[in-house]
């Protein structure tokens, strides 16, 4: 069973300007949570979708969306982006909502400008 | 507010000692707990949990330990190996459909 997908894997973008990463779950998996990991900040939730429905939300600006289609892929964009969010940014995906044991993709490395 | 907090960035044990990683956190409605292990340029992958009706769970050579009363718990590697090297972070939540709170992570070097 393949495992979950992030495309690219490395982005450069200039401040200002807006990005979108792409997360392809593992078969099955309904649920897709995003992540930004920072140096000394660990991994900081930024949403969950389940059947294409946002169902969670962690404490970031409205610059950063998502969203996720019928066949469970899911994006999340980011607005004018700022220096600080330079970051890796991880989806990781699990068969229900609530269900615990999620799978991590590699990740995209985000630099910012 | 970090929720869960991972106070040692780095550790350093030589291979065949145990390994102990700590994790504490300030949410006492926590109900379930999960570590992760992550190597570089991958994400992270599942590797133990443990809920707030127990104290110990154990998978082979971790084990994690829970001690409520404390906000504390901690993985046990035993015996380390250098194949273990790598970034372990604890996670946190409350109730079934909430999100995970992340601890800032702690890298672990198993030196042979």
């Known amino acids: 069973k393949a495992g979950v997908t992030q495309t690219p894997r490395y982005l450069i973008k200039t401040r200002g300007q807006q990005v979108t990463l792409s997360c392809s779950p593992i078969?099955?998996?309904?649920?897709v949570s995003w992540y930004q990991q920072t140096p000394g900040q660990g991994l900081q939730f930024l949403f969950e979708?389940?059947?294409?429905?946002?169902?969670n939300k962690g404490n970031f600006p409205g610059r950063f969306s998502g969203r996720q289609f019928s066949n469970s892929r899911s994006e999340m964009n980011v607005s004018t982006l700022e220096l600080g969010d330079s970051a890796l940014y991880l989806c990781?995906?699990?068969f229900g909502q609530g269900w615990d044991e999620q799978y991590f993709g590699p990740g995209t490395r985000l630099t910012v400008t | 507010d970090q929720q869960v907090k991972q106070n040692s960035p780095s550790l350093s044990v030589q291979e065949g000692r145990i390994s102990i990683l700590n994790c504490d956190y300030t949410?006492?409605?926590?109900?379930?707990f999960l570590w992760y292990k992550k190597y570089p340029a991958e994400g992270p992958t599942f590797l133990i949990s443990?809920?707030?009706?127990?104290d110990k769970n154990e998978d082979g050579r971790f084990t994690v330990f829970l001690n409520k009363s404390a906000k504390h718990l901690s993985l046990h590697i035993v015996p380390s190996q250098p194949g273990d090297s790598a970034v372990y972070f604890c996670?946190?939540?409350?109730?079934?459909?909430?999100?995970?709170?992340f601890g800032t992570g702690t890298s672990l070097t198993v030196i042979p």
């Open positions: 949410n006492s409605m926590f109900d379930y």
């Open positions: 443990i809920s707030s009706i127990k």
């Open positions: 078969s099955g998996h309904r649920s």
């Open positions: 990781a995906s699990s």
């Open positions: 996670a946190a939540r409350q109730d079934t459909g909430n999100q995970f709170y």
């Open positions: 979708y389940f059947s294409e429905t946002q169902r």
